[in-house]
């Protein structure tokens, strides 16, 4: 089957760095997505990972590793605003996005 | 930058009730969807809509009947519905349906419903 795994919540403190990681089992696979959800709000587009290595976009970062599985959505300089949901999904063989349940992240002065 | 306008964005409804959910895009995209979104779950797409014609439609129970009329809105109508409904549902929009890359889609604030 196909699966997303992802941590539920983590803490973090402002002004500090945290990594928030993916694994995922697809059948097939075209990419992946993160994706951040204030509360109450619209799921925002961060990244899209295709091939191998890291991307860089200001303060978030998102790596890739295909032959892992494996993806970390990397936030630096932590700010109060960051605390929201970040939603991890890979795209298989058929162009079909598999969602993550989000991992919650709050950040404490 | 979304650009997908969702009303209403809160709504109580009783299981006898039928009510719609609307949304619109301002993107200029041609595929548009409906997910799905209860807590600590992974979204569930529910439908989607390539240049108006349904091309998904994901075992969802026949109370959820969707509709789009043209390009840029998308309506989800509800009838006899269930407690285990309540969630939000979120619509989005993308460029195009299942083109790698250009597939990035687009939310909309959502609607939160509550089901008595």
């Known amino acids: 089957g196909q699966n997303i795994d992802q941590p539920t919540e ?21 990419g992946l997505f993160w994706y951040q959800q204030h509360a109450g709000e619209a799921p925002t587009f961060l990244s899209y990972n295709v091939l191998d290595g890291l991307e860089e976009k200001g303060r978030f970062s998102s790596f890739l590793s295909r032959s892992k599985g494996y993806s970390y959505l990397l936030l630096k300089e932590l700010q109060m ?17 598999i969602w993550g349940a989000g991992t919650k992240l709050i950040i404490k002065p | 930058e979304t ?50 014609e349904r ?20 309506f989800l109508h509800l009838h006899t519905l269930q407690p285990e409904d309540s969630a939000l549902y979120l619509c989005a929009s993308s460029q195009e349906y299942r083109g790698q890359g250009a597939d990035t889609q687009y939310f909309g604030p959502g609607t939160r419903l509550t089901v008595l």
């Open chain 1, 10 to 30: 983590m803490t973090a403190t402002e002004g500090a760095i945290v990594q928030i990681n993916c694994t995922y089992q697809t059948s097939g696979f075209n």
């Open chain 1, 81 to 97: 605003k960051d605390s929201a949901s970040y939603l991890c999904a890979a795209m298989d063989s058929n162009y079909q996005l």
């Open chain 2, 3 to 52: 650009g997908v306008t969702q009303t209403p964005r809160h709504l109580v409804m009783g299981m006898t009730n039928k009510k719609s959910l609307k949304c619109e895009q301002h993107l200029g995209h041609n595929a548009m969807y409906w997910y799905k979104q209860s807590a600590k779950k992974p979204l569930e797409l529910m439908f989607v809509y390539s240049l108006e």
């Open chain 2, 55 to 74: 091309v998904e439609n994901n075992s969802v129970p026949s109370r959820f009947s969707p509709e789009c009329p043209n390009s840029s809105h998308l």
